[in-house]
C-alpha cells in the first residue's frame, strides 16, 4: 500500500475541531447553499419538454449494441430499451436521430430468456439471463466483423464464445456517485435528473458498506463522490470532486474514514475527471489489487479495469497470444498491467504511454516485485517509429476511440509480425481490424470477454499476424535490444 504524499499523520486531522471550522466552506450560508442545491436538483428533475410518444406493438428481431432491441415498422426501425429477441412488446416510440427511440412498457409475448432485475441506469442487459447476455455479446462481436470489417462468414463464425466474468454481480470495484441532499445518486439515462442510489447491486461489497453507512449531510461542499476498492485486501480509498483547498474537506474525511475508508483525495472539477489535479487529503493514497497473475496499485481517481477478476483472464489471454520471443511492446500500456504479464516470456517488455501518473505506478509496482525487463516509457504510437523501439510483438489496448490511422500505419511499418489487439469496443477494432487485414495481415483467434455482466459492454481480445514486413521496417534481430533510458 502507498503512502501518500501529506506528512499529516492520519489521526492528527481530528485534534484540532476549531482549526478545522476555519478552514470549512462559509458556514454562515450554509442553509442558503443547501437550500440552492435542492433546488436545482428538483429544476434539472423537471421533466423537459419532448416529442409526444406513440404508444405502439413491436416484434423484436435482435438485441444490438447499447442492449437495445430492434423492431420494424413501417414508419422505420426502432430501437426499443428493455426488449429482447422474440418478444412482443407495447413501447413508447419517439421519433429520434436516423431511428425512432422507444422504451418498453408493457411485454405481451415473453422471451425465455427474460429475468426479473432490478431497472437501474448502470445497467442495459440485466432483464437477460447470464447466458443469453453472453450469447448476445458474442453476436456484437460478430455483426462487427461483418458489418464494419467485412470479414467472411467463416471468420465471423470462428469467434470464440463469450468468456464470463467470475461474478455476475458486485463485480465493479469503482462507483462514482453525484452528492445531493437527498444522498448519493446517478444521473439518470440521458438526463441531468439525480436518481438516488439506496443499493448499488454492480459494486462490490466493501464499497456497498460505506455507502449504507454514510452520511452525506456531513460531506458539505463536496458535488461528487469517487471510491474505488479492493478485492484483494478489501480496502476502499475515496476521492472528493469539490473545488477549494484539502483542509476545507477534514469533516467529510472524517466521516469517510469513519465509514471504513483509507484515504481521501481531492480532485477539483472539471469538463474531463480528474484532469485538474489530485490532492491528498487524508490517509493512503493508493491500495494494491490483483489482475491476473500481477498485482497493480490504483487509486479512486486513476484508471484501471473496474472487474479485475474479469480483467486478469484478458490479460492472461492476451499473454497467452502474444507467445515469446526476445522484445515485446505494451502500447497504450498504462501502469503495465498486461505487460507484465508478457515480461515472463520475453528478453525485454516496453510499456508505452501518455499518462504520467500511470507509469509511475507502473515503475513502482515492477520495483516492488523485483522485475527487472520491464521499461516504462512516456509516449505513443509514433515511438514504434524509433529503431530503438522495433518488437517482433505488439501488444495494444487502446481507449474506446480504436486506433488511429497514424497508430495503424505505425503499426504496420513496425518489425512486429504479431499484433495481440484488445478492445474495449467492437465498432472500432473491427474498423481497425479491416483497415489491417486490408494491408495484409491475418486475423486469428477471436475472443470476447465480460468485463461488465448485466450491461450491452463487451471486450474483445484478438491476434493478428503477418508473414512478411513492409520495406521500411527494421527487423527485430538489426536493433539493440538492451533497455533504453526510462523516461
Given at each position: 500500500m502507498t503512502k501518500g504524499s501529506s506528512a499529516r499523520k492520519p489521526d492528527s486531522r481530528r485534534s484540532d475541531n476549531r482549526k478545522q471550522d476555519a478552514a470549512r466552506p462559509d458556514r454562515r450560508s450554509t442553509e442558503q447553499q443547501k437550500a440552492e442545491r435542492k433546488a436545482e436538483y428538483r429544476a434539472a428533475a423537471e421533466p423537459r419538454p419532448k416529442v409526444p410518444s406513440v404508444s405502439m406493438e413491436l416484434s423484436i428481431e435482435k438485441i444490438v449494441a447499447g442492449g437495445l432491441g430492434l423492431a420494424r415498422t413501417d414508419a422505420?426501425?426502432?430501437?426499443?430499451?428493455?426488449?429482447?429477441?422474440?418478444?412482443?412488446?407495447?413501447?413508447d416510440v419517439r421519433p429520434g436521430k436516423g431511428v425512432n427511440q422507444g422504451v418498453t412498457r408493457e411485454v405481451l409475448t415473453r422471451s425465455p430468456d427474460r429475468v426479473d432485475a432490478p431497472n437501474l441506469p448502470t445497467t442495459d442487459l440485466a432483464h437477460a439471463s447470464y447466458d443469453a447476455q453472453l450469447r448476445?455479446?458474442?453476436?456484437?462481436?460478430?455483426?462487427?466483423?461483418?458489418?464494419?470489417?467485412?470479414?467472411?462468414?467463416?471468420?465471423?463464425?470462428?469467434?470464440?464464445?463469450?468468456?464470463?466474468?467470475?461474478?455476475?454481480?458486485?463485480?465493479?470495484?469503482?462507483?462514482?456517485?453525484?452528492?445531493?441532499?437527498?444522498?448519493?445518486?446517478?444521473?439518470?439515462?440521458?438526463?441531468?435528473?439525480?436518481?438516488?442510489?439506496?443499493?448499488?447491486?454492480?459494486?462490490?461489497?466493501?464499497?456497498?458498506?460505506?455507502?449504507?453507512?454514510l452520511d452525506v449531510s456531513k460531506l458539505e461542499g463536496v458535488q461528487e463522490l469517487s471510491l474505488r476498492g479492493s478485492r484483494l485486501t478489501g480496502e476502499?480509498?475515496?476521492?472528493?470532486?469539490?473545488p477549494g483547498e484539502p483542509r476545507a474537506y477534514l469533516r467529510a474525511a472524517d466521516e469517510l474514514m469513519d465509514c471504513?475508508?483509507?484515504?481521501?483525495?481531492?480532485?477539483?472539477?472539471?469538463?474531463?475527471?480528474f484532469s485538474?489535479?489530485?490532492?491528498?487529503?487524508?490517509?493512503?493514497?493508493?491500495?494494491?489489487?490483483?489482475?491476473?497473475?500481477?498485482?497493480?496499485s490504483v487509486s479512486a481517481s486513476g484508471f484501471a479495469q473496474i472487474n479485475p477478476e474479469a480483467a486478469g483472464l484478458a490479460y492472461i489471454a492476451a499473454a497467452r497470444l502474444a507467445g515469446n520471443g526476445p522484445?515485446?511492446?505494451?502500447?497504450?500500456?498504462?501502469?503495465?498491467?498486461?505487460?507484465?504479464?508478457?515480461?515472463?516470456?520475453?528478453?525485454?517488455?516496453?510499456?508505452?504511454d501518455t499518462d504520467f501518473d500511470a507509469l509511475a505506478r507502473g515503475r513502482h509496482d515492477v520495483r516492488l516485485a523485483g522485475e527487472r525487463n520491464l521499461t516504462f516509457r512516456d509516449g505513443d504510437a509514433a515511438q514504434l517509429y524509433h529503431s530503438s523501439l522495433q518488437a517482433g510483438v505488439i501488444v495494444v489496448d487502446p481507449p474506446r476511440v480504436g486506433l488511429s490511422e497514424m497508430a495503424r500505419d505505425a503499426l504496420h511499418d513496425s518489425s512486429a509480425l504479431k499484433v495481440v489487439y484488445v478492445s474495449c469496443d467492437p465498432a472500432t477494432w473491427a474498423r481497425d481490424v479491416g483497415d489491417l487485414v486490408k494491408r495484409g495481415w491475418t486475423l486469428g483467434q477471436v475472443t470476447p470477454h465480460d468485463f461488465y455482466p448485466q450491461t450491452s459492454h463487451v471486450e474483445v481480445v484478438s491476434v493478428l499476424t503477418r508473414t512478411e514486413l513492409p520495406e521500411r521496417a527494421v527487423p527485430e534481430d538489426a536493433v539493440d535490444t538492451t533497455a533504453p533510458t526510462e523516461q
Open positions: 422505420g426501425v426502432v430501437l426499443v430499451r428493455g426488449a429482447l429477441p422474440g418478444e412482443t412488446v407495447r413501447a448476445y455479446k458474442r453476436e456484437f462481436v460478430q455483426e462487427a466483423m461483418s458489418r464494419i470489417a467485412k470479414l467472411g462468414e467463416e471468420q465471423v463464425q470462428a469467434v470464440a464464445p463469450t468468456v464470463p466474468s467470475p461474478r455476475e454481480w458486485a463485480y465493479r470495484n469503482t462507483a462514482q456517485y453525484l452528492v445531493t441532499p437527498e444522498g448519493l445518486a446517478y444521473r439518470e439515462r440521458r438526463s441531468n435528473a439525480a436518481l438516488s442510489v439506496e443499493r448499488d447491486p454492480l459494486i462490490m461489497e466493501n464499497i456497498q458498506t460505506i455507502i449504507r453507512l476502499v480509498v475515496a476521492t472528493l470532486i469539490a471504513g475508508v483509507v484515504g481521501v483525495s481531492l480532485a477539483a472539477p472539471a469538463g474531463r475527471r485538474a489535479g489530485v490532492q491528498l487529503v487524508a490517509g493512503e493514497s493508493e491500495i494494491m489489487e490483483q489482475y491476473g497473475n500481477v498485482k497493480v522484445h515485446a511492446v505494451d502500447l497504450y500500456g498504462g501502469s503495465g498491467a498486461i505487460g507484465r504479464h508478457l515480461a515472463p516470456n520475453f528478453g525485454r517488455v516496453v510499456v508505452l
